[in-house]
């Protein structure tokens, strides 16, 4: 009887332990979220915000409160994963806000990807996430603000949008562009695959950085695998060949997509241009042609026609390793941006 009446002590202890020990822990991991978050919670849903400098001067209740004032005047974009509006929140401090309408389910779960990979990331090639807010009808995320908007307006934009982009701005955001999706591949952890690396992707910052965004298809993998299991999604013209084969996201297909973003800033053309779905191509075979018969004068955009023509070539030969049609002989991102810097290794320092 003494014996069973010890153990029973035993076991509520132990039992009072663990909860005591879940509760501290519980109340250590809320002061750390409140170290990086300010949160304000309405009846309509909540809105967290990151703490950074920026922040530091604004309140969720002020930021939400002009986010319910946007309207179509304020929008800067859409996609099939939501509507980007400008966010001016006074004189000096603007936002890019994504707003995901509830009810889809691959919309929810774009919202859920991009805070995934987005959360913790600070990188100057990558656009900062500031906060997000969530409610029953629809999601906003909250990010900072490109004033140069997208490469894909500089490159294709209409004759009142378009800007002629010399060989230095180019070879700059090529250079910033690769840095910001190696240090997705290679330094976070998990890995980010963001399988929808495209010009329109790429904005531009107030000095013409490059910095990449639209995380809503990006999957996360950890550092011992090869590869995700996923559904195929991404931009025709852009996508790996062998993704459409095996549904499988890897390092080697936004390789595949970075090549295709070169060939834009050397050719100046859209991968969906019109003129190639007449010819019955497409820009990678095009231009792989035209540079086999050593005519890449063809493909050039006219306005690079004096530029150095060595420097030219050579990121040529960069996207053609891209674009190898066997995954595993492309080069890693770390690979392809220590090869883009060997292109102008002397003007280094003075872009950058």
Known sequence: MVKAQEIAVYITVCCVGFIISKTIIAVLLYKRWKTKHFAYQDDGGKMVLFKSAIMQSLSSEMVLKKTQKMNNKDIIGCGGYGTVYRLMVNDSVAFAVKRLDRGSTERDRGFQRELEAMGDIKHRNIVTLHGYYTAAHYNLLIYEFMPN???DSFLH??????????????????????????????????????????????????????????FG???LMDPDKTHVSTFPAGTFGYLAPEYFDTGKATAKGDVYSFGVVLLELLTGKRPTDEAFFEEGTKLVTWVKGVVEDKREEYVLDHSLKCSPIGEINNVFRIAFLCLDSEPSKRPTMTEIVKMLEHVRPDKLSNDF
């Open 157 to 214: 934009g209409t004759s009142t949008e378009k800007t002629n982009l010399d060989w230095q701005s180019r070879y700059k955001i090529a250079l910033g562009a690769a840095r910001g999706i190696a240090y997705m591949h290679h330094d976070c952890i998990p890995h980010i695959i963001h399988r929808d690396i495209k010009s329109s992707n790429i904005l531009l910052d107030q000095n013409m950085e490059a910095r990449v965004s639209d």
């Open 217 to 219: 298809l990006a999957t």
């Open 149 to 151: 908007g997208s490469l």
